[in-house]
């Protein structure tokens, strides 16, 4: 695949692929996306710490930046464990300027992010450690009870519908401890007919700029 720098409305980068017609991020602000999406309105709704957060998707690697940010400004630890198909090559990691959008003293350690092994534990900070798994998350087996919250940062249904289905779903229903929320910018009817299904209590949620409303899934106590 191809890959194009755009600019997003924030000041923000963002990539586009021209085969899919997709964007990784929103056009109307890739950092203010992602910091409303899964800081705002995950990250905040973890109860317990140290915290277990799943990532579906790497991506440019933003979220996982965001968390990292702010785990270190709470003093609060996070192991993130992140699930990758396609990693971006470093010359398209060098063109995201989310660093200098958020905090540049910190520009070290976005690249480490990318840098980082596979496969295994890298603790970047005292306080967050990443895993990064190479694979398919539809081939990929997940521990039981295990995550506090849920990245979901696919690309849309429209564009891998695959990804978005019941048994997905109750896959990582599965894999979350009670209480644990998963996160997400759709609110299409057939994604949330899937959560539904799949055993979660959903919440509609007023959406980041641009976007009228995103998900939060709950796992039931």
Known sequence: ???QAVITE??????????LNEHYHSIHGAVQE?????????YTQIRNFPAH??????????NA?????????????????????YPLEDQFVRQLNYPEM???????????????????????SEYFTLHKMKGDLLEVQLPDTSYDLVFFDAFGPDKQPELWTEEIFRMLYQSMNEGASLVTFSVKGSVKRALKAAGFSLEKLPGPPGKREMTRATKRI
């Not at 996070?78 to 990758?84: C, G, N, R």
């Not at 958020?102 to 970047?124: E, M, N």
Request: hydrophobic share 40%; net charge negative; charged share 20%.
């Open 102 to 124: 958020t905090d540049p003293a910190k520009a070290g350690v976005f690249h480490a992010l990318h840098d980082a092994s596979w496969d295994q534990d890298i603790r970047i």
């Open 1 to 3: 695949m191809t890959f």
């Open 34 to 42: 992602s910091m409303h999406i899964f800081i705002r309105e995950g």
């Open 10 to 19: 924030d000041g923000s980068t963002t990539l586009f692929i021209p085969e």
């Open 53 to 62: 957060i799943f990532e579906a998707g790497f991506g440019t690697g933003l």
């Open 65 to 85: 930046f965001l968390t990292f940010l702010v785990s270190e400004r709470e003093g609060k630890s996070i192991h993130y464990t992140a699930i990758e198909k």
